[in-house]
Nanobody
Framework: QVQLVESGGGLVQAGGSLRLSCAASDPTFSSYTVGWFRQAPGKEREFVGGISRTGGGTSYADSVKGRFTISRDNAKNTVYLQMNSLAPEDTAVYYC?????????????????WGQGTQVTVSS
């Protein structure tokens, strides 16, 4: 069972950038497709983006397309979420998740493993 730990969250001004990391305990992490989700106060958890096992394929929600970039370093068992041009509406707890299937999926139930989340707060 893979354990996921997010880091890199914090407080940033609108227009700024943050890079989140998702570190996995499983040395076979390259076998997992990874998704990033976020949950704002009072809202449902939503898909942000995902990356395939090799990193060759990515998918993003329309709300972050062009601003966020997901990458991975399988040698380090880590996936990254680079967030640029942040806006107050990006404020949320960000979660990484993993699934053993090869295709990036957008549903919560498509992922088997979840991290504890990291808070991102964007001030106006």
């Amino acid at each position: 069972q893979v354990q996921l730990v997010e880091s890199g969250g914090g407080l940033v001004q609108a227009g700024g950038s943050l890079r989140l990391s998702c570190a996995a305990s499983d040395p076979t992490f390259s076998s997992y497709t990874v998704g990033w989700f976020r949950q704002a106060p009072g809202k449902e958890r939503e898909f942000v983006g995902g990356i395939s096992r090799t990193g060759g394929g990515t998918s993003y929600a329309d709300s972050v397309k062009g601003r966020f970039t997901i990458s991975r370093d399988n040698a380090k068992n880590t996936v990254y979420l680079q967030m640029n041009s942040l806006a107050p509406e990006d404020t949320a707890v960000y979660y990484c998740s993993a699934r053993l299937f090869s295709r990036v999926a957008v549903g919560l139930n498509d992922y088997d493993y979840w991290g504890q989340g990291t808070q991102v707060t964007v001030s106006s």
